[in-house]
């Protein structure tokens, strides 16, 4: 029996490494740091903005400076955006720092493995964060109160109260707020084959009518990555010397070790994200929003149709189906049921994989309608001239709403209803407990 | 083993009371074990089942079901943690607080008896889901435990009551270190109120953590009595980030306060926030304090954002302009712009986006003013503004700015026009471009005019290119041409050819084609076209081709591809570039053939390989045939690129030839990783591709996988060869080797099996030398050099699925063949052009049928020295044949040839037809699938009585309250319990006396039961009898009581227990009943041997009430428990 066996197993427990003792030993030393980083700054070649005009005041020609929290694979590919440089990183795993630095070739380049010391450098413009999700609205709240602007890859957050928690922080603070995915502005938008650009051009002349539902599958060219799927019954393992497993996890719920949790798999765990549908979610979900002009709105109900899903570890699901009050539907179709499907479906006409319409000559039609308001898509100009960006933390707060109404459910294994106006479940309190989850002491949010 | 669940919903259904006798009688043991089957559910019924069981738990049941959790890492707790999990979720429902009152109880009752921390710790959060009230006084005591004070902590917070407030409260003047951090953090996640001066006892540690922690629980609690040790905290940290966020906490304070109705002392606070944060290193505090102030004094805040408005920081300017938004109006709008002219550029530019984003038509006059701005970003902002606030009229404005502007507003203009929604708007800019005389301005007009497709400028257009105009402007109009050409258009577009330069020429093509393909006759625009190029001198012709290659259709592509073979290198090199950009898949012949040619220019090759990947993704053709289209492309391709280009097109064409295409590449040095995605992307999107050559293909790509994605990527491998079935699946006949596999024919299948061995043996030896000097193994292909006989597989099929790959010789006279199904001739393979034989129907027909069709359904033919690909699929007597992804034959019954008075050979081998005449073979697959064999009974049986209940082919003799029972593709009778768990099936007739045979095949942790002499509803197992029917080694099992083991009367005899066949395989079993004499024999041995009366007269071994036993007559039964089980075989004897 299992129950018995449990004082043998209480040696075995790993301690939990207190995250009170590594902090205090953190802060003594960073007076020390701050010392440091003052006489590192000297040596830059560009010069921050706060040297040259108050903070807040760029001359149009320089480099912005940023520090990233997360160099594993994400944070690694985002060195070198254009118009910025990268001063600062920060990791939990030297593994991660190691390869980074190497990558950047550029010993200048200051290290950390807590990054509340980042978010403090004062030579640090942009803060870009890479990490797991459980720790974007923590990071990205923590930023705002520091005063900088903040660069955060999706999904925006993994729970609908901590995204409320960083619209707030941001607009008390004033800060610029990127959400890293583009389809809104920039590329072809996967299946579809050209920018959303056009998807919207089309949805804003009405040759489709009104409502419209939209169909994102494998037929219409979107890849739902159910490999993004977690264990049950991990194996305990021993945390690797190299990684701080207890900052890894900072607010996410104690869980004994375990490789396939953490780095490239973590995907697959509730407490730090959602698998495909977290991960590549939003993505595919925010164009959608954008087209659909509900951008300051959220669908009033989520079906879901899947199988059960565990405690620990996310699994897959067949269908997922949210509906705005407009009758406007977003279907996720997660095992291609519908073959042939249309992307978007109005009264008037349908829109295919390809950008094909059975509407004849669409693109000769739709030449002579407006192209849709341009929209603000250089983070540097952003930055420079404190516009909103493209994709900012108020229409991001909203897509990753949908993608987490779509996770609640998937958890819950039944449909919901929302309040667009609360932002609360209507007469679901399991479903509501997951909007705002506590987080494990001392985090905060 | 059976619970009274089905019997009990039905009950609910048809709202009877529920009695006492209808309790849920089953063991706690068993209860878990049923709703262990059903984890985890695949579908929304199953989880609702389940859940419904859960339903019935008592708090014992969810104790016990938790404590059988082992310690991570040591044993499988899946089941537990989704049905426990799940659960937690479900009893927070409307209408469930019953059962959630049990689900806590139970979660408690393990929670102390559990000693292992990290199963307490999945206790604890089931708690967090579900707890109330009453779990509170079983989560204190962990508080204070190192490893599990957050999990409580954060358990206690989010039940969140006044109970779990006063708890967390009681420990926390007691707690240090981390527990102390994680109840405070619990307290401010809950903003518990009376927490307050016990926090502030705390709040002014010198331990960080513990400070920052409690500076935020006081912030969020936001009592009076913690205003100045919070603004203190805020004002020694100079009102900035620091590592006690105390700075943060004091604003989220003063918002607490406002919500709390704490305006005097808030704004008091405020105020001298705001006054005390005037260093630019403070401006988000200032902010923040500006914001706070807001939400106070609303409107009389305005005059105060106003100023901030023009204030020189950006951050705190933007910020302010954010919090006026809110008392906008036609007053505000006003004052905020006025003498705009005067602040500094950039405060200017962002006003004016400001009063723009927020439609402050007000502010016109000035946006007007700014239009003349003397600094180029103030008049971008002007013109973006006028063009947001003014719509309608904005444009005629915009458009008379244009002349005396620089670029950049002229290209803000142009944006602006570009989005402008006024539906004169091609109007204006025609009439506009016909005044115009700055060239940029008529270059930008025309390039707007052709981005918004304006028909109407066409003449207008014409009218420059014709002018005098400057070769920018004409150069422009002419790009503008295909945008806004009309089908009336296209002889004046025509006629433009004749004097174009050459650099125009792309433009008018591009233009001549969009006017066809708007035009309503496209026929006679092609037409027209073609005849405007025969008419053309012959070095103007080649002009032509990209139009008609854009229009497309077999017309244009006729005339097209002729010239390809022009004496004219210009125009053949002309006329292949126009086929690589074709614009139907009609094209892909002409390109197979333009592939092979060797093109000599390199750059021609890859338009050309390009083109046929490009038609192949667009073409309206089966999968089958885009796979052969390919194939032949990559035989064509000369660089890896253009290799990898193929292999990665083939992809979508998800067939299995496709697949071992790829999978041949997986050991080329500079394919292999794009061959890898290839075979995974086809392999993993189709389970019915199996056996141990696709097994050994995704092993390959495992170990060839890299980048971050692979880990993920290789458990999906991993995963997807564990689910598939373990059959032979798709086995390649043919090497391409050498003749492995096959063999010589000796005579018919009917003269062959009259043979005795000595003679056939030896004229086996002279038929396989006769083979070898005909069939050969020559490139990977089987061939036929038109001498001998047929060929036969040593091997021989019954039903079967089979592809195979046939090419008839190009130059072949007369082109035979054919493919021989058991033995029996056949599928017809011939040259279309035959029409003396009547080969016009085309090849895949079953040619030697009288009484059947013998003709195909279509003709899809490749042409002679093409491949094609056969799919044949023959069941019993009927074939169907797919003829390069066409349906040709189908489902038709092939005659017996041989002797037609019989039927066809049940197995026979399988043969390829020789015709005389030169015939190449590939890829020949055969997948054997497996026959539905119906049962006869054994002599023996028949003799003394017995009768089929069921043979494999029907259910006439049962009846069914479920559709979870039916006959399986192998003539299995089989519970899948898709939906729902199962239910019951019974004999329509009764049977009192008698020997009951039949064989089960069990799958992992099965269970199901045989009901004897049971009425047609209630519980069998106690109404009537249960023989039970379990896969009682599987773990979950482990705890059962011997008289649940499988064979026993249940809950009444106990079997011998070990007799069971390994799960997968089939068991024999036979139950012998005569009136209290019991008798179960399984595979062989007897594991019942009893009386009912004697086993009962002290009462039943499981202490139930057991009325059946007293039955003397029934229905026999299938008692479904939500597993697959198999049955076959099943009889039944009277006695």
Redesign the interface.
């Known amino acids: 029996?299992?129950?018995?066996?449990?004082?043998e197993?209480?040696g075995?427990?790993r301690?939990?490494k207190?995250?009170?003792s590594l902090?205090?030993e953190k802060?003594t030393s960073?007076r020390e740091f701050i010392k440091r980083a003052a006489i590192g700054a000297a040596a830059f070649s560009i010069v921050p903005r706060?040297v040259l005009g108050?903070?807040?005041?760029l001359a149009p020609s320089d480099h912005l400076t940023k520090g990233i929290i997360g160099v594993g694979?994400m944070g690694r590919g985002h060195f070198a955006y254009a118009g910025t440089k990268t001063v600062a990183i920060c990791d939990v795993d030297t593994r991660h720092l190691a390869l980074a630095m190497k990558q950047l070739s550029d010993n200048s380049v200051k290290q950390f493995s807590d990054f509340?010391e980042l978010?403090?450098l004062p030579e640090v413009d942009i803060v870009h964060i890479a990490t797991p999700p459980h720790w974007h609205g923590l990071m990205a709240a923590?930023t705002?109160?520091?005063?900088k602007d903040i660069w955060c890859e999706k999904p925006m957050t993994r729970t609908i109260g901590e995204g409320k928690r960083v619209v707030e922080a941001v607009?008390?603070?004033?800060?610029i707020f990127r959400l890293n995915t583009w389809f809104r502005f920039e590329d072809n938008f996967y299946g579809m084959n050209v920018p959303v650009k056009r998807i919207k051009k089309l949805v804003d002349s009405g040759m489709l009518g009104w409502p419209l539902k939209v169909t994102i599958s494998k037929h219409t060219g979107f890849d739902w990555?159910?490999?993004?799927v977690g264990h049950?019954?991990?194996?305990?393992e021993e945390v690797p010397k190299e990684l701080d497993y207890d900052m890894w996890l900072g607010p996410a719920?104690?869980?004994?070790y375990?490789t396939h949790r953490v780095h490239?798999?973590f995907r697959g765990y509730w407490d730090y994200d959602g698998g495909g549908l977290g991960d590549m979610g939003q993505h595919y979900i925010d164009p959608v929003q954008y087209f659909l002009n509900k951008d300051n709105e959220s669908p009033i109900s989520v079906e879901v149709?899947a199988?059960?899903?565990?405690?620990?570890a996310v699994?897959t699901w067949r269908r997922i189906t949210y509906t705005y009050a407009d009758g406007c539907q977003i279907v996720l179709d997660g095992e291609g049921r519908d073959v042939g499907m249309p992307y978007i479906e109005g009264p008037d006409g349908k829109l295919f994989r390809g950008f094909k319409s059975d509407i004849p000559?669409l693109e000769?039609k739709?030449?002579?309608f407006?192209?849709?308001?341009?929209q603000v898509t250089d983070f540097v100009d952003a930055v420079k001239?404190?516009?909103k960006f493209a994709l900012n933390e108020q229409n991001g707060y909203r897509s990753c709403t949908i993608v987490n109404m779509g996770l609640t459910a998937l958890?819950?294994?039944?449909s919901l209803k929302f309040d667009p106006q609360t932002q609360l479940f209507i007469?679901?309190?399991?479903a509501n407990?997951l909007i705002d989850?506590?987080?494990?002491?001392?985090?905060?949010l | 083993m059976k619970k009274l669940i089905y019997a009990l919903l039905a009950l609910f259904i048809q709202q009877f009371p529920i009695s006492a006798q209808q309790r849920d009688v089953r063991t706690t043991t068993t209860k878990i074990a049923d709703l262990l089957a059903l984890q985890p559910s695949e579908t929304t019924a199953r989880f609702r089942d389940a859940m419904a069981q859960m339903e019935r738990f008592t708090a014992a049941d969810i104790s016990a079901l938790l404590k059988q959790l082992s310690p991570p890492g040591e044993g499988d707790n899946a089941g537990i943690e989704y049905a426990a999990n799940s659960y937690s979720y479900h009893v927070l429902l409307p209408g469930k607080a019953t059962q959630r009152a049990t689900y806590i109880q139970g979660a408690i009752e393990a929670l102390n008896a559990i000693s292992n921390k990290d199963n307490k710790g999945f206790v604890i959060q089931l708690l967090q889901n579900a707890g109330d009230d009453s779990a509170v006084d079983a989560l204190s005591p962990y508080l204070t435990d190192e490893y599990l004070s957050e999990k409580a902590a954060r358990a206690l917070s989010r039940i969140g009551t006044e109970r779990a407030g006063a708890a967390l409260l009681q420990v926390l003047g007691g707690s240090t270190g981390v527990a102390a951090v994680n109840i405070t953090d619990a307290l401010g996640f809950m903003a518990y109120a009376p927490a307050e001066q016990a926090i502030l006892t705390k709040a002014n540690t010198t331990d960080t953590i513990l400070r920052r922690i409690s500076l935020y629980a006081l912030s969020q609690i936001g009592g009076a009595a913690s205003q100045s040790i919070l603004a203190d905290a805020a004002k020694s940290a100079r009102y900035v980030y620091d590592p006690t966020e105390a700075t943060a906490a004091y604003i989220n304070y003063l918002h607490k306060r406002i919500a709390n109705g704490e305006a005097v002392p808030a704004g008091k606070a405020a105020l001298k926030l705001f006054k005390e944060t005037d260093e630019d290193s403070q401006v988000h505090t200032h902010i923040a304090a500006l914001g706070l102030l807001t939400e106070l004094n609303k409107e009389k805040q305005v005059n105060v954002l106003l100023k901030a408005s023009r204030d020189g920081n950006p951050v705190y300017r933007n910020a302010a302009l954010g919090l006026l938004s809110p008392y906008l109006n036609g007053t505000v709008s006003t004052k905020l712009v006025k003498r705009l002219s005067k602040v500094d550029e950039q405060i200017q530019v962002d006003i004016l986006r400001y009063v723009a984003n927020h439609k402050q038509t007000e502010a016109l006059p000035e946006v007007q003013k700014a239009l003349s701005a003397s600094t180029p970003s103030v008049r971008i902002a002007a013109v973006n503004a006028l063009h947001q606030l003014d719509a309608e009229a904005a444009d005629e404005a915009l458009i008379v700015l244009l002349s005396g502007s620089d670029e950049q507003t002229r290209q803000a203009v142009k944006q602006a026009l570009l989005t402008s929604k006024n539906k004169q708007l091609a109007q204006l800019l025609t009439n506009a471009l016909t005044n115009e005389r700055n060239a940029d301005v008529q270059i930008l007009l025309i390039d707007v005019l052709g981005q918004r497709g304006a028909g109407e400028s066409m003449q207008t257009l014409l009218d420059i290119i014709g002018s005098d105009a400057s070769n920018e402007v004409k150069s422009a109009a002419f790009s503008a041409l295909p945008q806004v050409a009309r089908p009336g258009d296209l002889n004046k577009l025509l006629d433009l050819f004749v004097n174009a330069n050459n650099e125009y020429k792309g433009a008018i093509q591009a233009a001549a084609v969009s006017a066809v393909a708007l035009s309503d006759d496209r026929e006679a625009q092609t037409q027209l076209v073609i005849s405007r190029l025969r008419a053309a001198d012959a070095t103007r012709r080649l002009f032509f081709f990209p139009i008609l290659s854009g229009i497309g259709g077999k017309e244009a592509l006729q005339i097209v591809n002729e010239y390809t073979a022009d004496g004219n290198p210009e125009l053949r090199a002309a006329a292949t570039s126009a086929l690589a950009n074709w614009t139907g898949g009609e094209a892909l012949p002409q390109l197979i053939e333009l592939s092979r040619k060797k093109v000599t220019d390199s750059e021609q090759l890859d338009a050309v390989i390009n083109g046929l990947i490009r038609l192949v993704s667009i073409a309206d053709i089966p999968a089958d045939q885009k796979v052969l289209y390919l194939r032949d492309a990559f035989e064509a391709a000369e660089t890896v690129d253009q290799k990898k280009s193929v292999l990665r097109a083939l992809e979508a064409s998800k067939t299995y030839n496709a697949l071992m295409f790829a999978g041949k590449l997986l050991d080329d040095e500079q394919l292999k990783s794009t061959a890898a995605n290839t075979v995974m992307n086809i392999a993993l999107d189709n389970k019915n591709f199996y056996g141990a050559d696709v097994t050994r293909l995704l092993n390959r790509v495992i170990e060839l996988l890299s980048g971050s994605e692979s880990s993920y990527l290789r458990e999906a491998i991993q995963k997807h060869l564990n689910e598939l079935p373990k059959g032979p699946g798709y086995v390649s006949l043919f090497n391409g080797k050498d003749l492995e596999g096959w063999k010589g024919l000796v005579a018919d299948p009917i003269k062959r099996t009259a043979m005795d061995a000595k003679t056939l043996a030896e004229a086996q030896i002279k038929a396989d030398e006769i083979m070898r000097g005909g069939w050969s193994a020559q490139n990977g292909e089987l061939q036929f050099n038109g001498h001998g006989d047929n060929i036969a597989t040593v091997k021989q099929y019954g039903d079967f699925e089979m592809l195979v790959d046939w090419k008839l010789a190009k130059e072949g006279k007369d082109g035979d063949a054919g493919i021989y199904l058991r033995g029996t001739p056949q599928v017809q393979i011939w040259d279309t052009s035959r029409v003396e034989v009547g080969a016009q129907v085309g090849s895949g027909g079953l040619y030697n049928n009288q009484v059947h069709e013998s003709k195909p359904l279509k003709v899809a033919d490749n042409p002679l020295g093409e491949w094609n690909t056969f799919r044949i699929r023959m069941i019993g007597d009927r074939v169907t044949v797919y003829l390069n992804g066409e349906l040709v034959t189908d489902s038709v019954v092939l005659e017996n040839y041989w002797d037609r008075s019989l039927p066809i050979f049940p197995r026979e081998q399988i043969e390829l037809q020789a015709h005389g005449t030169h015939v190449s073979y590939r890829d020949i697959y055969i997948r054997e699938l497996p026959r539905k064999e119906v049962f006869t009974l054994p002599e023996e049986e028949k003799r003394e009585g017995f009768k089929v209940l069921f043979d494999g082919t029907n259910m006439d003799a049962w009846i069914s309250n479920t559709d979870a029972y039916g006959i399986s593709d192998e003539g299995t009778l089989a519970v899948v319990p898709a939906e729902g768990s199962g239910g019951n099936l019974y004999t329509k007739e009764e049977f009192s006396d008698f020997v009951y045979r039949f064989e089960f095949r069990l799958t992992p942790g099965a269970n199901n039961g045989i009901g004897i002499r049971a009425p047609l509803d209630g519980d069998a197992a106690y109404v009537g009898m249960e023989i039970q029917v379990l896969d009682d080694g599987a773990e979950m099992y482990k705890d059962i009581e011997e008289y649940q083991h499988h064979g026993s009367v249940y809950g009444v005899i106990p079997a011998k227990q070990g007799y069971l066949k390994p799960v997968g395989e089939w068991n024999e079993e036979e139950i012998y009943i005569k009136g209290n004499k019991i008798r179960v024999t399984l595979n062989g041995t007897v594991i019942v041997d009893g009386d009912l009366a004697e086993a009962s007269k002290n009462g039943t071994l499981d202490h139930k009430q057991h009325p059946g036993l007293a039955r003397t007559s029934g229905h026999i039964a299938f008692l479904g428990h939500g597993s697959e089980v198999h049955f076959r075989n099943i009889r039944v004897k009277r006695l």
């Open positions: 029996m299992p129950s018995e066996k449990g004082d197993n209480a075995s427990i301690p939990l207190t995250n009170y902090m205090k802060n960073r706060f108050g903070q807040g005041y694979g509340r978010i403090q923590e705002a109160r520091m005063g607009k008390q603070h004033g800060n990555k159910f490999y993004w049950e019954n991990l194996p305990v719920p104690y869980k004994p375990s490239t798999t149709d199988p059960q899903q565990h405690s620990d699994g000559d000769r739709l030449a002579a407006p192209d849709p308001e341009p001239t404190r516009k958890r819950l294994g039944r007469d679901d309190e399991a407990r989850q506590p987080m494990r002491g001392p985090w905060a």
